[in-house]
């Protein structure tokens, strides 16, 4: 069975920095997508990174494109989430997301395409 356990969330100040790491256990992650969403009090889950466990290429919201950096080590099975400049806007629970398919461009944003998903972790950024 898929896990997927999200941490490093905190509060922090505006133009700080925060690592967001998900542990992955239970799939053959290889062959899956890996996601990072956030969703905002008062609003929809929305699409911040994503890129295939293997290697390829790594999408990213237009938000965020520039501060947050996707990466994955494959010895430890977990995926990271690095989040540099931080703005008030980026308060949010943060998801960690696997989907057992290979998705590419406008699908790799969409969080139907997902099968499973963490607790999430919040993240919030004080002026």
């Known amino acids: 069975q898929v896990q997927l356990g999200e941490s490093g969330g905190g509060s922090v100040q505006a133009g700080d920095s925060l690592r967001l790491s998900c542990a992955a256990s239970g799939g053959a992650f290889s062959s899956y997508t890996m996601g990072w969403f956030r969703q905002a009090p008062g609003k929809e889950r929305e699409f911040v990174s994503a890129?295939?466990?293997?290697?390829?290429?790594?999408y990213y919201a237009d938000s965020v494109k520039g501060r947050f950096t996707f990466s994955i080590d494959n010895a430890k099975n977990t995926v990271y989430l690095q989040m540099n400049s931080l703005k008030p806007e980026d308060t949010a629970v943060y998801y960690c997301?696997?989907?057992?398919?290979?998705?590419?461009?406008?699908?790799?944003?969409?969080?139907?395409?997902?099968?499973?998903w963490g607790q999430g972790t919040q993240v919030t950024v004080s002026p």
């Open positions: 997301a696997a989907s057992r398919r290979l998705l590419y461009g406008s699908s790799a944003s969409g969080d139907w395409a997902y099968d499973y």
């Open positions: 890129r295939k466990w293997s290697s390829g290429s790594t």
